[in-house]
DNA sequence: GTTGGAAATTGACGAAACGTCATTTTTCTG
DNA sequence: CAGAAAAATGACGTTTCGTCAATTTCCAAC
C-alpha cells in the first residue's frame, strides 16, 4: 500500500487536537465574546478533557493568538499568488486588497455576536502577521525600485495599506450585502491617487 | 453669582473614585497587560474594598471600555478644533492627522509592556469612539458638499483614514524619537493625492 | 445641631475557573 | 509482545469572581 504516510498515529491525533481545540475556541469566541469565554468553554466544545488543553496552550490568550497566526498563515499563500499574478503594479494592489475582503467575506462567520464585539480591533503580531506585513513591505519595495511607483516610506505605506484593508473590510463586512468589488477599487484608487483617485460618487 | 457648583461630597467622592479606578487600570494594564490582569489587581492600586469596584463597573471589559471612551473623549475637542480652524481641506487633514499622532504620542505611557502586548483583544465602539468617527465622516462629508473634495463613499474613506491613523501611529511610534511632523505629512499627502502625494524619500 | 434614612463602602463568603500533577491510557519501538 | 515514552485524564488546592448583609458616610428636614 502507500507507504508514503510518515504520519504515525501520535503525530495525527496531536494535530486534530490542536485543530478541534481551536474550531471550538473560534466557535465560543463569536458566540460568547472573548473576555466572557473561559478555557473550560472552549474545551467543552471538544471531547478532550480540561487538562488536554494545557498540553497545547498556555492559556486563552496563547489560543487566541493561534487564531489570529492560523488566518494569517491562510491568507499569506494567497497573497503571494496576487502578487506573482500581477500585471503591474496597480494591478497588485488591486488583486490584494480584493484578495483581503474576499477573504474576510469568507471567513466571517454567519452566527454569533455582532460584528463589532468579536473581531480583534488590534492587531496582533503573530510570526504569520508579521510575515505578512514583511511581504506587503517587500512587494511595495519591489515596485518602488523598479520606479513602477513613487518612492515613499515603505515602512508607513505598508502601514496605511493594512489599516486601510482592515477598516475598509469591517466596514464592508457592516453593509449588506458585502460588495467586494466597490470596497477593492476604493481601496486601490484612494492608495494609488488619493481622494481623486477613490471612485466619485454619482 | 459663582456658578452654580451642586456638588456635594457624595457626587465628588463618586467622581474621584471612579477616576482613581480608572487610574489604577492603566496603570495595571500596561504592567501587566490586559489579560493578565485582574479586577483585584486594580482595586489593590486603589484604597477601595473589592466589593466596591463593581459600583463602578460590571467587569474588566467595562473598565478597558471606560478607558477608551475617556480617551476619545479627551480626543474629540482637539478633532473639533482642528476641523474649526483649517482653512481649507488639505489644511484640515494635515492638522487632524497631526492631533491624533500628538494625541497618541502624549497618551504613550513611557514604562510598561512593549506596545504591542498592552492592548486586549475586544473591537471596542464605544459611544465616544463612534462620535469621534462621526465627527470625522461629517466633516469630510461637508467638504465634499463644499466641492473641496471629490465626492467619494464618505463611510469608506472616513474609515480609510481612521486605519491609516490608526496603523501610521503605530508604526510611528515604534520608532524613536516618534516624529508627528513626518507622519502627518505622510497621511495627509497619501489621502489628498495618493502615493504621488506621500512625500518622496530621495 | 440633631436625627432619620438614603447612599455608598466594606470584606467575608460560596461559586466558578484556574493551572498542576499523579495516575492511567495510548502509541511507538525493538 | 513487552517495556518505555508520550499523551490524556480529572481530581485537587489555589485564585479570582461577583454578591450581599452589615456598617459607615452623607444629606436634608426639622
Redesign the interface.
Known amino acids: 500500500m502507500a507507504a508514503i504516510e510518515p504520519i504515525g498515529k501520535r503525530e495525527k491525533t496531536k494535530a486534530a487536537n490542536r485543530q478541534a481545540i481551536l474550531v471550538a475556541a473560534r466557535r465560543v469566541f463569536a458566540q460568547l465574546?472573548?473576555?466572557a469565554a473561559t478555557v473550560r468553554d472552549i474545551i467543552r466544545g471538544t471531547d478532550l478533557a480540561s487538562g488536554t488543553f494545557y498540553n497545547y496552550f498556555r492559556?486563552?490568550?496563547e489560543v487566541?493568538e493561534a487564531l489570529a497566526d492560523d488566518s494569517a498563515a491562510r491568507f499569506r499563500p494567497i497573497l503571494r499568488h496576487a502578487r506573482e499574478n500581477a500585471s503591474s503594479f496597480e494591478d497588485y494592489l488591486h488583486g490584494a486588497f480584493r484578495a483581503y475582503f474576499r477573504f474576510v467575506v469568507e471567513e466571517y462567520p454567519e452566527e454569533g455576536r455582532p460584528?463589532?464585539?468579536?473581531?480583534?480591533?488590534?492587531?496582533?503580531?503573530t510570526p504569520e502577521t508579521k510575515a505578512v506585513y514583511k511581504e506587503v513591505r517587500q512587494s511595495l519595495e519591489e515596485a518602488m525600485a523598479g520606479g513602477q511607483?513613487?518612492?515613499?516610506?515603505a515602512?508607513?505605506?505598508a502601514?496605511?495599506c493594512?489599516?486601510?484593508?482592515?477598516?475598509?473590510g469591517?466596514?464592508m463586512l457592516r453593509r449588506a450585502p458585502p460588495d467586494v468589488e466597490?470596497?477593492a477599487a476604493?481601496?486601490t484608487?484612494?492608495?494609488?491617487?488619493?481622494?481623486?483617485?477613490?471612485?466619485?460618487?454619482t
Open positions: 465574546g472573548y473576555d492559556s486563552k490568550e487566541y460584528i463589532d464585539e468579536r473581531l480583534p480591533h488590534v492587531r496582533l503580531d511607483a513613487p518612492a515613499v516610506d515602512d508607513y505605506l502601514c496605511a493594512i489599516g486601510i484593508a482592515q477598516e475598509v469591517s466596514a466597490a470596497a476604493f481601496a484608487g484612494l492608495v494609488l491617487k488619493g481622494l481623486a483617485g477613490a471612485p466619485h460618487k
